[in-house]
Antibody
Framework: EVRLVESGGGLVQPGGSLRLSCAAS????????MTWVRRAPGKGLEWVST???????HYVDSVKGRFTISRDNYKNTVYLQMNSMRAEDTAVYHC??????????????WGQGTLVTVSS | QTVVTQEPSLTVSPGGTVTLTCVSS?????????PNWFQQKPGQAPRALIY???RIYSWTPARFSGSLLGGKAALTLSGVQPEDEAEYYC???????????FGGGTKLTVL
């Protein structure tokens, strides 16, 4: 059974750092692309970052230079290191699995999310 | 900056049919954008419904279908049920250094 469990959220001051974890089971993170998506209060879903099976990483402009996505293949876990955090980073962060299927790209399984609040 | 636009809200009667659309600021949406559709209810994680325009998952209810309509990605619900009241998001793939963009979401009310 595919399962994604996020952790690491919490309250952090502006300018601070936090590392989110996404523990995967039922598949290997290295064999898929893994994505972080957030939803800020009163807003819609926003794509944040993706790490591909080959190791390439992409970020939305608003987090470039501040956030880093990585994975630990032995722990089958994906991370999102968030530095220089801002109030506008406040959101529920979800990780999701992506699959490069024979007919196209699929984002199929999602974790329940972890709440990040940036406030003094 | 690429913008993906959805209807902010739609209302449908139980048993009715409704189509939600997904428009790209870059032009016509094609199958190469691999449109994905998600449903999200309050307090829950998003649930995948459709991928690659019209492909369903094993858990996708039969009343949900995806397509391309007039240069837009579309999600059609036929025989709407009260439990379909939720927010729906499309996700398009543009490639490049910012490959994925979500639509702003459609709040579907079943009334």
């Amino acid at each position: 059974e595919v399962r994604l469990v996020e952790s690491g959220g919490g309250l952090v001051q502006p300018g601070g750092s936090l590392r989110l974890s996404c523990a995967a089971s039922g598949f290997t993170v290295s064999g898929n692309f893994m994505t972080w998506v957030r939803r800020a209060p009163g807003k819609g879903l926003e794509w944040v970052s993706t790490i591909y099976s080959g190791g390439a990483r992409h970020y939305v402009d608003s987090v470039k230079g501040r956030f880093t996505i990585s994975r630990d293949n032995y722990k089958n876990t994906v991370y999102l290191q968030m530095n220089s955090m801002r109030a506008e980073d406040t959101a529920v962060y979800h990780c999701a699995r992506g699959v490069d299927t024979p007919v196209g790209l699929s984002v199929d399984y999602w974790g329940q999310g972890t709440l990040v609040t940036v406030s003094s | 900056q690429t913008v993906v636009t959805q209807e902010p809200s739609l209302t449908v009667s139980p048993g009715g049919t409704v189509t939600l659309t997904c428009v790209s600021s870059t032009g016509a949406v094609t199958s190469g954008y691999y449109p994905n559709w998600f449903q999200q209810k309050p307090g829950q994680a998003p649930r995948a419904l459709i991928y690659s325009t019209d492909r369903i998952y094993s858990w996708t209810p039969a009343r949900f279908s995806g397509s391309l309509l007039g240069g837009k990605a579309a999600l059609t619900l036929s025989g709407v049920q009260p439990e379909d009241e939720a927010e729906y998001y499309c996700l398009l793939y543009f490639g490049g250094v910012q490959p994925w963009v979500f639509g702003g979401g459609t709040k579907l009310t079943v009334l």
